[in-house]
């Protein structure tokens, strides 16, 4: 029988049935998943020091982790009391060198046998009776003749992990290298490219065989990079392929909505805004009209930082499916930045007759169910909501375009729900997140990218500082200078209640401190996530309407 790269790896030598089942229990089934089953780390020639050096290291008041290589002398169980010590004397051939343990005893005392060969990695010390130790060092095991090798030819070995299905049949990771070693010699050369030959040599990539021997026992460091690089490469080149592919039959092969333009509805509204819309706001406004025109369902992704105007456009979005007879959902990621964007949009449609409703998971069932039978009847308007909007119950009729703002904080599932209330509504994704282009077409590559690189004539610029925490009291000083001339000030700490493995200071605790001592003086509100529904809008309209000077909060402020 003639064995290929998609043979079980049970024809492997050394493997058999038995051992190849265990391999199937973690996905290595073929002798090409066996080659595809990369190391975790590697052991480099140049990290290594012999143990004269450091002896050495230790004297001069090194106090960092190094590796050892070294060979099994002598172990010694010794008992104090209750307790007991393991140690495991070794020998380089500069010197000896000893490891201990204080638990698990009876694991590493079945581990290390004399004459054995370990790389050993710890930080050293040097006792009083002046002996070289590492405490409950790593360790690998090593071969002689990898031992030889390594030291002698600067060889790199590679470490792979050995899932506990293996280490019960007594597979440890030596073995697991030998198996490798052995399948890379034998089969590498069967491997078939897999990028096209053009890719390759515009880009100065190694080719498959190459980088899957070299990614297993590299020939030095600099030919692992390239391994790795050409690795990354393709997972990249095919992320972006299947992008390109699902962009391509979404424009191609699925009908959206061809919007007319009401130009005396827009400009009415556009006029009625207290400011000029900005240029950059104005080509991304073309962008959408363009698409929203078009039968092809827009997918769409305005990027601009927080204040840039990302919000008015998706309101004029919302206006073009409303004059149409559709309906627009708005969905963000928070209850508060729902009821910002409830109250806003609000604000700027107060002389247009829009039905503008807010659905949240915290209102009262009533008033959703009253929400979900609108959105279920069809009837024209905006509805903003968080994940309330994704519920079974909010069975959109009449979808027209989908306004998501904050996109990366959903995924592609959660989206997908909402587009698909209607079969092709046009869609259109906001982020404030400043996110280089070559990284944004990896995390939004199915969708065309507006970008509104311009902030308003009245914006002032923000400016940040970053400051320790003993000028809190200099902070705390400028703060209040800050409020008498009118401003208001947000305080925000990453949690609701104190953390064991966080130092951080606790929202609630620092309002309570606050409001009594510092702040005695000015009113101070509080706001948390775990606050319900009707208590954040009540804070935040508190806040808009200045009836406090200093808003503490947790991260659930967003943007």
């Known amino acids: 029988m003639s064995i290929n790269i998609d043979s079980s790896i049970q024809y492997l030598k050394t493997v058999g049935p038995k051992k190849a089942e265990l391999f199937s229990s973690i996905g290595i089934k073929t002798i090409n998943d066996l080659l595809y089953y990369f190391p975790y780390r590697y052991l480099d020639r140049t990290t290594i020091i012999d143990s004269s050096k450091v002896v050495n290291y230790v004297a001069s008041g090194f106090k960092g982790e190094i590796t050892i290589i070294g060979k099994v002398v002598d172990t010694e169980e010794i008992h104090y009391g209750r307790k ?12 000896f060198f000893e490891c ?7 694991y590493f005392r079945d581990r290390f046998k ?5 790389a050993i990695s710890a930080k050293p010390v040097i006792t009083k009776y002046n002996h070289l130790q590492f405490a409950h060092p790593d360790f ?3 071969t002689s003749n990898e031992s030889d090798e390594f030291l002698h030819t600067g060889k790199i070995i590679p470490f792979y992990k050995v899932p506990e299905e293996l280490k019960k049949s007594n597979l440890g990771e030596l073995s697991i290298r030998k198996l490798i070693n052995s ?11 897999t990028l096209p030959s053009e890719i390759i040599k515009k880009n100065h990539l190694l080719d498959i065989k190459t980088t899957v ?33 699902k962009k391509q039959k979404y424009h191609t092969q699925t009908t959206g909505f061809s919007f007319n333009l009401d130009s005396k509805l827009l400009n009415r509204f556009i006029n009625s805004l207290p400011f000029e819309l900005t240029k950059a706001q104005m080509e991304v406004l073309h962008q959408i009209r363009v698409d929203m025109e078009s039968s092809a369902p827009m997918n769409r992704l305005i990027q601009g930082d927080v204040g840039s105007g990302k919000t008015v456009i998706a309101v004029i979005a919302m206006l073009i499916a409303i004059s149409n007879g559709k309906q627009a959902a708005l969905m963000a990621p928070t209850e508060i930045l729902a009821i910002q964007h409830y109250e806003n949009i609000k604000k700027m449609l107060t002389d247009f007759p829009v039905e503008i409703e807010l659905i949240v998971g915290g209102q009262k069932s009533k008033e959703k169910q009253e929400i979900h039978s609108k959105i279920q009847e069809g009837v024209t308007g905006i509805y903003i909501g968080t994940h309330a909007l994704i519920e079974e119950k909010s069975k959109f009729s009449n979808l027209g375009v989908a306004i998501i703002d904050e996109q990366h904080r959903f995924g592609v599932a959660q989206r997908s729900k909402l587009t698909s209330k209607r079969s092709t509504p046009d869609v259109l994704v906001m982020s404030a997140t400043p996110i280089p ?50 401003f208001q000030v947000f305080i925000v700490y990453p949690l609701v209640e104190e953390s064991e493995k966080l130092d951080l200071k606790a929202a609630e605790t620092y309002y309570n401190d606050l409001k009594d ?21 009540e804070v935040m309209l508190k806040f808009a309407n200045k009836e406090f000077d200093v808003l503490i909060s947790t991260t659930v402020i967003e943007v």
């Open 84 to 95: 007991s010590i393991f140690k495991v004397s070794m020998k380089d051939e500069q010197g």
């Open 140 to 142: 690998d095991k090593l």
């Open 517 to 537: 001592s510092t702040f005695n003086e000015f009113n101070v509100g509080l706001i948390h996530g775990r606050m319900s529904w009707d208590e954040k809008r």
């Open 100 to 106: 201990v343990w204080f638990r698990s005893i009876k």
């Open 183 to 193: 399948t890379v010699t034998s089969f590498s050369e069967l491997l078939e490219e």
């Open 114 to 118: 004399p004459d054995e060969y370990y």
């Open 437 to 486: 282009r070559t990284l944004t077409m990896t995390l939004y590559g199915d969708l065309d990218i507006s970008i509104i690189d311009e902030l308003p004539k009245e914006r002032i610029p923000i400016k940040t500082y970053l400051r320790s925490e003993n000028r809190f009291q200099r902070i705390y000083e400028f703060t209040k200078d800050k409020i008498r001339e009118g």
């Open 213 to 245: 021997s070299n990614k297993h026992f590299p020939e030095s460091n600099e030919i692992l990079e390239r391994a790795d690089k050409r690795l990354k490469y393709e997972e990249l080149f095919y992320i972006e392929s299947l992008i390109a592919i």
